[in-house]
């Protein structure tokens, strides 16, 4: 596709409710990375995967999240019991970045998820 | 840990003005720094910036880095409304095998008529 896709855009959960958030990169590009923007705040990076291998992780806030790129395409980051701290914009980019370049990131519309 | 931080946070500015925003920075393994505008949706690219001292411009949107005292710039002039949004600065660096984004808060922007 022309750039980076993410479904749903709108999520409302129930608190302890699992959710799944799902991005499609730009075709062909390597890396994919996930981040969690709060109401006034910057993204800041949750987790990042190289094709199929999710190489860091350290951004990801508890072991209730979790993200999976299991065919190095298509990306999906799962929060499980959801608290309404979880209650952000989630943000999915993606960049050609062959490895040791320096290539621009390019960002999904962002999946809005509000926890009650 | 790496850290950006943008100055001011918020700015309201009349149509035709001048703005300037800051974006310090301390991080390891620096590989570029980035600015991107972000209305309601995705922040889009406006600028990479790799080397000191360049700057690099487009319309009235101009950027320019100095890694010796680990700041940048984005300047805009003759401000128009459409140029309200949130002006988001990020270092890219390397990490566990890969490049790695660290956003400041970012700038609000305001451009009244």
């Known amino acids: 596709g022309a750039g980076v896709s993410q479904s749903p855009r709108y999520k409302v959960a129930k608190r302890g409710q699992d959710v799944a958030l799902r991005c499609d990169p730009i075709?062909?590009?390597?890396?994919l990375f996930w981040y969690q923007q709060a109401l006034g705040q910057g993204p800041e990076f949750l987790t990042y995967?190289?094709?199929?291998?999710?190489?860091?992780k350290s951004g990801l806030p508890s072991d209730r999240f979790f993200a999976e790129r299991p065919e190095g395409s298509v990306s999906t980051l799962k929060i499980q019991r959801t608290q309404q701290e979880d209650s952000a914009v989630y943000l999915c980019?993606?960049?050609?970045?062959?490895?040791?370049?320096?290539?621009?990131?390019?960002f999904g519309p962002g999946t809005r998820l509000l926890v009650l | 840990e790496d850290k950006v931080v943008q100055s001011p946070l918020s700015l309201v500015v009349h149509e035709g003005d001048t703005v300037t925003l800051n974006c310090s920075y301390e991080?390891?393994?620096?590989?570029?720094l980035l600015w991107y505008k972000q209305e309601k949706k995705a922040p889009t690219f406006l600028f990479m910036l790799?080397?000191?001292?360049i700057e690099k411009k487009s319309g009235r949107l101009s950027s320019i880095l100095d890694k010796k005292e680990l700041f940048s710039i984005l300047n805009i002039t003759a401000t128009q409304t459409g140029d309200s949004a949130i002006y988001l600065c990020?270092?890219?660096?390397?990490?566990?095998?890969?490049?790695?984004?660290?956003f400041g808060t970012g700038t609000q922007l305001k451009v009244e008529l």
């Open positions: 991080v390891t393994n620096f590989r570029s």
């Open positions: 790799t080397s000191s001292g």
């Open positions: 075709s062909g590009h390597v890396s």
């Open positions: 995967f190289q094709n199929e291998a999710q190489l860091d």
């Open positions: 990020a270092v890219l660096s390397w990490s566990g095998g890969g490049n790695k984004l660290t």
């Open positions: 980019a993606s960049s050609v970045d062959r490895v040791g370049s320096a290539e621009t990131q390019y």
